[in-house]
């Protein structure tokens, strides 16, 4: 599976947008860009996934650039339990590759008041 | 169903002794994944099954592990002769079979070897 870059840690004021990048400058083209989030003490939680298009749903959008070399996860009215680390990670499918996530070291947000 | 359930939350042992936690899935979800973090750490992966077959296993997964999932409902994660080093949070996460849903994970294991 690709490697992914994030930012170790970034800061967001709330109620405005959180904007996370991630760097998978090695994706394959079969290979799906997933965004999950672990606030502290509990598992991880799914955000979002995509391929190639934008998407989005109730908790956040995915911008994924055209050559899919990086992605920007948007939280668009950061709150204070927006607070986590996020976690980039690229997916390739196939029942025998297992589908296992491998998580990097994600980038810890931090909502300030 | 609430989601992904792991007991118990938190487990403190003497080294040398055997541990088991259980994790009950998601009911209908035929993917189940086990994974291990460490403090500071993003999880990492142990050890996948498909129904009740593990289809699956890290290297991370030494032969004090074992895992099972009997009958492809709640699996238990064994560690025998328990080491310091196993302390860790030991998270379990069900998926159906489409790709185009993410893992629901539970909220962990706490092991702490003393």
């Known amino acids: 599976d690709a490697k992914t870059t994030q930012p170790t840690s970034m800061d967001c004021a709330e109620g405005r947008a959180a904007n996370l990048p991630c760097n998978h400058s090695?994706?394959?083209?079969?290979?799906?860009v997933y965004w999950y989030r672990q606030i502290h003490s509990q598992g991880p939680q799914y955000i979002i996934h995509?391929?190639?298009n934008n998407e989005t749903n109730e908790m956040a959008s995915l911008i994924i650039t055209e050559d899919r070399k990086s992605s920007t996860l948007i939280l668009p009215h950061a709150t204070l339990r927006d607070t986590a680390v996020y976690y980039c990670?690229?997916?390739?499918?196939?029942?025998?590759?297992?589908?296992?996530?491998?998580f990097g070291g994600g980038t810890r947000l931090m909502v300030k008041p | 169903d609430t989601g992904v359930s792991q007991n118990p939350r938190h487990k403190i042992t003497k080294r040398g002794q055997n541990v088991t936690f259980r994790c009950d899935p998601i009911?209908?979800?035929?993917?189940l994944y086990w994974y291990r973090q460490t403090l500071g750490q993003g999880p990492e992966f142990l050890t996948y099954?498909?129904?009740?077959?593990?289809?699956?296993k890290s290297r991370l997964l030494s032969d004090r592990f074992s895992a099972e999932r009997p009958k492809g409902s709640f699996s238990t994660l064994e560690i025998q002769r328990t080491e310091q080093g196993d302390s860790a949070m030991y998270l379990c996460?069900?998926?159906?079979?489409?790709?185009?849903?993410?893992?629901?994970f539970g909220s962990g294991t706490r092991l702490t070897v003393v």
């Open positions: 996460a069900s998926s159906p079979d489409s790709f185009n849903y993410g893992y629901t």
């Open positions: 090695t994706i394959s083209g079969n290979e799906y």
């Open positions: 995509g391929l190639k």
């Open positions: 990670i690229v997916r390739r499918p196939g029942y025998n590759a297992g589908n296992m996530l491998t």
């Open positions: 009911s209908e979800h035929n993917r």
């Open positions: 099954f498909q129904n009740e077959a593990q289809l699956e």
